[in-house]
């Protein structure tokens, strides 16, 4: 559990070439939602859901990343077929999947591979993880966490 702590601080590439440091967003909610892989159905509702939800977000001065460990040339694609208003950052090696805890030994067709446990972070303004979801289910998922932000001020 990280609600209540510091959240892990982090840089990552983004895509539109941007680079992303948790830091430089302390003032302003934000919503880290990690994904399993870019273009895979739940994942692809998900962003969805999020983008369609996005000026609701940013009404509330809240940024929206979604994190996978996909490559910034998979996210560039996923993100233009989606028309993804936010950034996706692209965490290759693991390490802010790990720092977050959503690293977890999945079954797929009978063999343990290690994948992404879907799960999303919000971070208050004073950068502390205010709400976590863990092994989350996408429908309605993004207007949950939409309705929580709101609860902030």
């Not at 209540?4 to 601080?9: D, F, I, K, M, V």
């Not at 009978?110 to 993880?129: C, H, L, P, W």
Request: hydrophobic share 35%; net charge neutral; with cysteine.
């Amino acid at each position: 559990m990280l609600e209540g702590t510091l959240a892990p601080e982090f840089e990552l590439p983004a895509t539109g070439g941007r680079v992303v440091r948790l830091s430089e967003l302390r003032g302003r909610p934000v919503v880290l939602y990690f994904y399993p892989k870019d273009n895979t159905p739940g994942c692809t509702t998900e962003g969805q859901d999020f983008r369609d939800l996005y000026a609701e977000f940013q009404a509330l001065d809240c940024e929206v990343f979604g994190i996978s460990r996909d490559s910034l040339k998979s996210h560039e694609g996923f993100k233009a077929k989606l028309n993804l208003p936010f950034e996706l950052l692209s965490d290759e090696d693991e390490r802010v999947c790990e720092a977050y805890g959503v690293i977890k030994l999945k079954n797929m067709y009978g063999k343990k591979v290690r994948g992404i446990e879907r799960s999303t972070f919000v971070i208050g303004r004073d950068g502390r993880v205010v709400r976590e979801w863990r092994g989350v289910k996408v429908p309605d998922h993004a207007r949950e966490v939409l309705e929580f932000v709101r609860t902030l001020s």
